[in-house]
């Protein structure tokens, strides 16, 4: 017999749910440290230094008298320090000090002491240069700060005081809650794929451009053409989009010479990215075409900036509309520029695009004057992409736009309300097919995004923008008609005031505006035939848009022939009747115009109010009840309305 003895049969137990036991202490430890470029997470965020305290610097303080005080400071701390060591030990004062954080400035990069290394090597010293300034802006940090970091990180810090902020890696944690970014992702798998065959001899071409421009050191021109050609090509080519070197004015406010925070005043310049790419606008030629939009028509967004009670700015050359709401911006240097300086300028034409969009999401208003409530919920989720490129290193950026919170120094004087934020979402060098091909996948990303999903976004909040601009532009031109009678469509027209972003330039730009205001208003005043008394047929077909009638024989026409509605002699005395208080009513309210008007000399320095006379001419309902025959006793609704 066997000596092995017998398994134990197995029995089945009911499961036991163990709890973790609860932890004092957070899972995640985060090193402390003032918050910078290179964190990662907001719990690395050192909170003690941005806690606010008085101000540090004279607003008159200039950088010589700020060396003068920090070398007599320094004496200070240094003779207190010698005073407390006496009689200690080598030991004891070692132990006065204490390291708090070791900042490293990288060098400018010299490419051609980099031209034999590795690309990791070459990788390594362009991003750190290209972040430069490793902290934020401190307002009022525990310690000042040695004069030539002051000189040294000067630019960088007026930048985060205006709101500027690059954060090297991407996180979701730094993306508050009530914003929703769109990101491209690179998916390594797919480069092997058939379908991107297309796009791999794309990145061939790219790469041989790239080597080329290296091997021969050109100049920064021959950088930016090939990016126009082998990245941005495909762009230029969509007709839902629009590419160019577009300038932009951006508001600068001044920022003082030692602290970099603001002073509080502000001036408007004017800078140009080496690419703008936004959505293209069209003309009434255009409308056979099924991309062409309405509302991305040229003559209504330009109505939109140039009214006075609308001011919304929809291209970056502020006066024109055939680049409209730009969501990508190009930067491009060469060997010898600098990568730093390529980001400022993206990320600074980048604020100017993020505050257009903000202003179109919110509820029609005077965009220059109040910020009223956002029209939508996805109405902050507006975003841009900036790119840069360094010779043959590029970088990918997404930015956007929110108010300042507490650990930016939010309500504390000398820093801006609103923060632009750019994080970094992808950077290589352009070495091989791989880095080639990584690139252009992201930006064919990018512009199926633009011309669907962005272009929806900027469509949806144009429509309740387009109705309030018509009513102020009807209003207008009513008024015009009043005070000019038939010389309104010959050629003269009321001045009005210039909107409220053209105060800062100069008479040569506003009087343009003046004439393209003058030549808007005259072609609206034709259209409405401002003026004339009208009614407006609103039944069956017309019911939707309306159909206006200038006179009661035009309106005992329409009927039978639209209406299939016959005609007798009590539906011509009640059209006669009608069209009778039309006329009365229209004399009526231009005289009324003309009574309350000012001087025509003053006139043109100022206009009045123009929602009472869009109110005075507000549609009436005058009932025709049985006045037409043909398919029972229906009572017919007509306007009496002149717009």
């Known amino acids: ?138 307002p009022n940090p525990r310690t ?36 929703t970014l769109w990101l491209p992702t690179v998916d390594h798998g797919m480069f092997d794929r058939h379908d991107e065959l297309p796009r791999r001899v794309r990145a061939r071409t790219f790469l041989h451009h790239v080597l080329d421009n290296k091997r021969w050191v050109k100049s920064e021109y021959a950088w930016e053409a090939d990016a126009w050609s082998d990245v941005f090509g495909h762009m230029r080519n969509d007709p839902a989009l629009a590419v160019d070197k577009r300038e932009c004015y951006v508001n600068k406010p001044e920022v003082h010479a030692v602290s970099a925070t603001l002073t509080g005043e502000c001036k408007t310049v004017k800078r140009i990215p080496d690419a703008s790419i936004g959505l293209a606008t069209f003309h009434p030629e255009h409308y056979q075409n099924a991309i062409a939009s309405y509302e991305l028509d040229s003559e209504r967004l330009q109505a939109l900036a140039l009214h006075r009670d609308s001011s919304l700015i929809s291209d970056p050359r502020i006066h024109e509309s055939s680049l409209v709401y730009p969501f990508l911006v190009y930067e491009a240097k060469g060997w010898t520029g600098d990568a730093r300086e390529a980001r400022l300028q993206a990320c600074a034409a980048g604020t100017a695009y993020l505050d257009m969009l903000d202003d179109l999401a919110r509820r029609p208003g005077n965009a220059g004057k109040v910020e009223g409530a956002y029209q939508f919920h996805d109405g902050r989720s507006a975003q841009v992409f900036a790119l840069t490129s360094f010779g043959a290193h590029w970088h990918v950026m997404v930015g956007y736009r929110r108010p300042r919170l507490k650990r930016e120094h939010a309500n504390h004087p000398g820093m801006s309300k609103t923060v632009y934020l750019y994080q970094r979402i992808w950077s290589g060098l352009i070495s091989d097919e791989r880095k080639a091909w990584e690139l252009l996948s992201l930006v064919d990303q990018i512009h199926e995004w633009g011309a669907t ?130 006329v009365a009513e229209m004399e009526e309210l231009l005289q009324g115009i003309q009574a309350r008007e000012e001087p025509l000399q003053d006139l043109l320095s100022k206009a009045g109010s123009l929602q009472e006379i869009a109110s005075s001419i507000s549609k009436r309902k005058l009932s025709m009840g049985g006045a037409c025959e043909g398919s029972g006793n229906r009572p017919r609704t007509c306007y009496g309305s002149c717009d």
């Not at 402390?32 to 607003?59: N, V």
Request: proline share 5%; net charge neutral.
């Open 144 to 179: 000042a700060w040695p004069a030539s970091w002051h000189e040294r990180f000067h630019r960088d810090w007026s930048w985060n005081a205006r709101g500027v902020y690059y954060r090297h890696h991407y996180s979701p944690h730094w993306v508050t809650g009530d914003h």
């Open 453 to 582: 999903t962005f272009r929806d976004y900027v469509i949806r909040h144009l429509k309740s923008w387009h109705e309030y601009c018509h009513e102020l532009r009807v209003a207008d031109a009513i008024r015009t008609r009043a005070i000019l009678g038939k010389n309104a469509t010959s050629g003269q027209f009321l001045v009005f005031d210039t909107p409220e972003w053209a105060k800062d330039f100069g008479m040569d730009f506003r009087t343009e505006l003046l004439r393209k205001m003058g030549k808007l208003l005259t072609k609206k005043v034709v259209e409405i035939q401002a003026g004339e008394p009208s009614i407006t047929c609103v039944s069956g077909k017309c019911r939707d848009f309306g159909y206006r009638l200038f006179s009661a024989e035009d309106f005992l026409k329409h009927l039978p022939s639209v209406h299939y509605e016959q005609v007798n002699d009590s539906c011509k005395n009640a059209a006669k009747e009608l069209f009778d208080d039309c």
């Open 1 to 138: 017999m066997s000596n092995i003895p017998p398994q134990p049969q197995a029995r089945s137990c009911t499961p036991i749910l163990r709890l973790r036991p609860d932890i004092d202490q957070a899972q995640s430890n985060f090193r402390k440290s003032p918050d910078g470029a290179y964190l990662r997470h907001p719990g690395e965020i050192d909170e003690d230094s941005a806690s606010t305290s008085s101000a540090q610097f004279e607003s008159d303080m200039s950088m010589g008298e700020y060396r003068v005080a920090r070398k007599r400071d320094k004496e200070k701390f240094f003779e207190r320090v010698r005073n407390a060591q006496k009689g200690m030990t080598k030991d004891e004062k070692r132990d006065m000090f204490k390291i708090l954080q070791v900042i490293t400035v990288p060098p400018l990069v010299d490419t051609k002491l980099l031209q034999t290394s590795t690309d990791e090597v070459i990788e390594r010293a362009i991003e750190s240069y290209f972040v430069h300034c490793p902290v934020y802006l401190n």
